[in-house]
């Protein structure tokens, strides 16, 4: 089954090349050279970014709930 799926993926891999008119190679660094990388930076800062959102939120939630069961 893995031997299929890597058949698939670099007649895959080739095909792109040939529509682009590079070469497999070259096709196979940009992937996972170039797009791999920046996909996985890109995804740590959107996750920092998402866990500030989340901290500061969690902060204004606690301050206003525990006002809130203090005027009760």
Same mark, same amino acid.
């Given at each position: 089954? %893995?031997?299929?799926? #890597?058949? /698939? *993926? @670099?007649? /895959?891999?080739?095909? %792109? !090349?040939?529509? $682009?008119?590079?070469?497999?190679?070259?096709?196979?660094?940009? =992937?996972? *050279?170039? &797009?791999?990388? !920046? !996909? #996985?930076? =890109? &995804?740590?800062?959107? +996750? +920092?970014?998402?866990?500030?959102?989340? $901290?500061? +939120?969690?902060? /204004? +939630?606690?301050?206003? @709930?525990?006002?809130?069961?203090?005027?009760?």
């Amino acid at each position: 089954m %893995i031997d299929k799926i #890597f058949d /698939l *993926c @670099v007649k /895959l891999l080739v095909k %792109i !090349a040939e529509v $682009t008119g590079t070469t497999y190679k070259t096709v196979n660094v940009i =992937i996972f *050279c170039v &797009l791999g990388p !920046a !996909a #996985f930076i =890109i &995804l740590l800062i959107m +996750y +920092y970014n998402v866990k500030k959102d989340v $901290t500061r +939120y969690k902060t /204004l +939630y606690d301050k206003f @709930v525990q006002q809130d069961m203090k005027n009760f």
